[in-house]
């Protein structure tokens, strides 16, 4: 099966781009004939229904360095590749180490609300502004690349809104907060006028998270959201993690937004004995900017 998912892979690629090469002393790297870009595949098979399993090795990773790359998840039945863009995770990787067999050991978790890659010794991050071409697109042709706004907090918390309407959510944002937001980026949605009475142990911090999303007519949280733009991201995780300890049979995922250059401290702070200890680093997600408004994009106009 793999060797049929990639040999797709690889026709569709070539029709898009052009052909490709294998580089020497790789079964996995490969590089367009001029030279554009280089891409690095991996396959999984769906182990128990929504999980994959992926090795990168030391070694492949750092024939990326310096070039237009990405790497390339596969896995049986997939519809778009997840093509993620190596300069974005760069200093994610070289802040970790290897296991032993000198492979970064990985996991895409594929979820309706939002595939995740989870980097062993590094966490969760949401990957779902990766899933097809147009990064590869982009990172080919940077004509077509889609110029990237400064955003505000209102309007990722907007943007955050839009993407959990858009998918049948219920959503929730702060009271205080609501007359902020953006209504020029994105179709207007409603938000919810109460949180669920299931979560009253733990309502007066659930009642400041910047952005949740409920489950329509289930009353479950699918999603919780903060958005740290100027506040620290330590602060974000505290919230998430007194939220986990007091209910965690809440399930929902936890993703803390900020801008690009906070992913390298996301992962340094959240290897803290605390959150390793409650294993909120299991659970919890880095979403950045750029991710949110592609992701946007995407789902918008589908």
């Known amino acids: 099966m793999a060797n049929l998912v990639k040999t797709a892979f690889l026709s569709r690629f070539a029709e898009r781009y052009g052909a490709l090469r294998k580089l020497e002393k790789s079964q ?3 590089e367009l004939s001029d030279g554009k870009a280089r891409i690095y595949i991996r396959y999984s098979k769906i182990h128990g229904g929504k999980g994959t399993f992926y090795g990168l090795r ?48 990985a996991q895409v978790y594929i979820q309706d609300d939002g595939n995740e890659l989870y980097i062993a010794n590094a966490g969760r991050f949401n990957v779902e502004a990766y899933m097809g071409w147009q990064e590869l697109d982009a990172l080919i042709d940077k004509s077509r690349l889609s110029p990237m706004p400064k955003l505000s907090h209102s309007q990722v918390q907007t943007l955050l809104g839009s993407i959990g309407s858009i998918k049948g959510h219920e959503i929730w944002i702060p009271m205080n907060d609501r007359n902020k937001l953006d209504w020029s980026i994105t179709d207007r949605f409603d938000c919810h006028a ?94 950045d900017y750029a991710d949110v408004f592609r992701w946007h994009n995407r789902i918008k106009n589908a």
């Open 58 to 105: 030391k070694d492949d990773l750092v024939r990326l360095e310096g070039y237009n790359s990405v790497v390339c998840f596969l896995w049986e039945g997939q519809s778009d590749p997840l093509l993620l863009p190596f300069s974005d995770y760069e200093d994610v990787f070289q802040s970790i180490s290897p296991a032993r067999d000198g492979q970064y050991k």
């Open 28 to 30: 996995s790297l490969y």
């Open 194 to 287: 109460m949180l669920p009475y299931r979560y009253a142990s733990v309502n007066d911090i659930l009642s400041e998270i910047d952005v949740i999303w409920i489950e329509r007519g289930a009353g479950k949280l699918s999603g919780l959201f903060e958005v740290e733009h100027s506040t620290p991201v330590y602060s974000g995780l505290l919230r998430f993690d007194d939220i986990h300890l007091v209910s965690p049979e809440i399930g929902a995922r936890f993703s803390v937004v900020s801008n690009v250059e906070r992913r390298s401290l996301f992962v340094r702070q959240l290897k803290r004995p605390t959150f390793r200890t409650s294993r909120l680093d299991e659970i919890c997600t880095f979403l």
